[in-house]
Structures are given as structure tokens and as C-alpha cells.
């Protein structure tokens, strides 16, 4: 089975800190996925990446960039953390042909204070 | 833009009870894939059912069913029988391009 690893369960920063949040996956798979979680919001898609060193923005990028150097790894930055970015934090991964949609991680949840 | 819906914010039952969760959503697409995830309280979103546009038929799974209508965009999820172990959020979602996803419906099963 596809593992999705999310390095951090739990997150405390402070405000203004630089915030890195890793994702690995073990399938070679080409597409990586950063989703937030917020109650009454859903799931919204922050950016994701169909290769290495290529990047998407998704719904709501502002105040977040990524990083993928390589094939395995998906990070996603906090440049300078705030309140409002308090949330759980998913990663996804997906290959081309999957029929099961998106393997996902098991989330970080961060906190700033 | 595509959007999915899921009106029920939290529904509770008793085990044993039936539940049905809704979803209805938006494209443009023709060509489409909805899903339904279960997220249990270790938070990791566990895949329950994919389904493309062009194929209406309804599905069963053992305690699991899925009815989805084209006519009225909507693809609704029902459980028989609930059981404590279905607690869980649900999330309904749609894959045009990107995966897009609802809400999110807080199901809570009581003993």
C-alpha cells in the first residue's frame, strides 16, 4: 500500500516563526497535493505538484509556498506563521492512473500562537 | 469553478439506525469522478467509493450504498444499521482537474 507520511502530528509555532511541514511518500508518485482542513470548510487545496521542482497554486495559496526538490518529498512553508493559519494540515499523493482517488497522509495539526 | 455541498453539518443517530448523507455538487465537466472519504479521529482520510460520470448505477457494500443521480447532481451515502464504529467525518468530493471537496458531515453514533 501507498504510504503517505506526514512528519509532525502535532505543531506549536509562534507567530511570525517559518513554519516547514514535510510530506513523504513511498510510491514514486507524481503528484503531491496540500490541503487545509477547517471546521465547516472542508478540505481546500493550498498548492500540489505534478513533477519535481514544478508547482501549482490551488485555492488558497496566500502566505504559504512549497517545496519539491524531490520525488518523494512535498513541503509545504509557512513564511511567517499567524493565527489565521492555525489548521490541520493534509498531504495527499496520487499517481496518474489511480482509481482510489488520493492517498492521504494523517495530517499535522498546527497550532500558532 | 466546480463546488460539492454537503448541507449536513453533524447528524447523530443511535446504533442500528439508518443514516443518509448528502452530497450535491457542481461542474462543467463532462466527464467527472466523484468520491466519498471517511475520516476517523486519527485524522487520516480512508477512501470508501469512487464513481465516474458516465456510470449511474447504484452500489452496495455491504453496510455501504451510494445513490447517484445525475439529474439532480447528487450523490448521497447511506449506511444500514449504523454502528458506533461509523463515527467519523465524511466527505463528500469531485474531481474535475483538481479534487475539490465538501464540507464535511460530523456523524456521530451513539451505543
Known amino acids: 500500500d501507498v504510504k503517505v507520511t506526514q512528519s509532525s502530528r502535532y505543531l506549536v509555532k509562534r507567530t511570525g516563526e517559518k513554519v516547514f511541514l514535510e510530506c513523504v511518500q513511498d510510491?514514486?508518485?507524481?503528484?503531491m497535493f496540500w490541503y487545509r482542513q477547517d471546521p465547516g470548510l472542508g478540505l481546500r487545496l493550498i498548492y500540489f505538484s505534478y513533477d519535481v521542482k514544478m508547482k501549482e497554486k490551488g485555492d488558497i495559496p496566500e502566505g504559504y509556498s512549497v517545496s519539491r526538490e524531490k520525488k518523494e518529498r512535498f513541503s509545504l512553508i509557512l513564511e511567517s506563521a499567524s493565527t489565521n493559519q492555525t489548521s490541520m494540515y493534509l498531504c495527499?499523493?496520487?499517481?496518474?492512473?489511480?482509481?482510489?482517488?488520493?492517498?492521504f497522509g494523517s495530517g499535522t495539526r498546527l497550532t500558532v500562537v | 469553478a466546480q463546488k460539492v455541498t454537503q448541507a449536513q453539518t453533524e447528524i447523530s443517530v443511535v446504533e442500528k439506525e439508518d443514516v443518509t448523507l448528502d452530497c450535491v455538487y457542481e461542474t462543467r465537466d463532462t466527464t467527472y469522478y466523484l468520491f466519498w472519504y471517511k475520516q476517523p479521529p486519527s485524522g487520516e482520510l480512508v477512501f470508501l467509493i469512487r464513481?465516474?460520470?458516465?456510470?449511474?448505477q447504484n452500489e452496495i457494500s455491504g453496510r455501504y450504498s451510494w445513490n447517484f443521480q445525475k439529474s439532480t447532481s447528487s450523490f448521497n451515502f447511506t449506511i444500514t444499521a449504523s454502528q458506533v464504529v461509523d463515527s467519523a467525518v465524511y466527505f463528500c468530493?469531485?474531481?474535475?482537474?483538481?479534487?475539490?471537496f465538501g464540507q464535511g458531515t460530523i456523524l456521530t453514533v451513539h451505543p
Open positions: 495527499a499523493s496520487k499517481d496518474p492512473g489511480q482509481l482510489y482517488g488520493y492517498t
Open positions: 468530493a469531485l474531481r474535475g482537474g483538481k479534487l475539490t
Open positions: 510510491m514514486d508518485h507524481e503528484n
Open positions: 464513481r465516474n460520470s458516465f456510470d449511474e
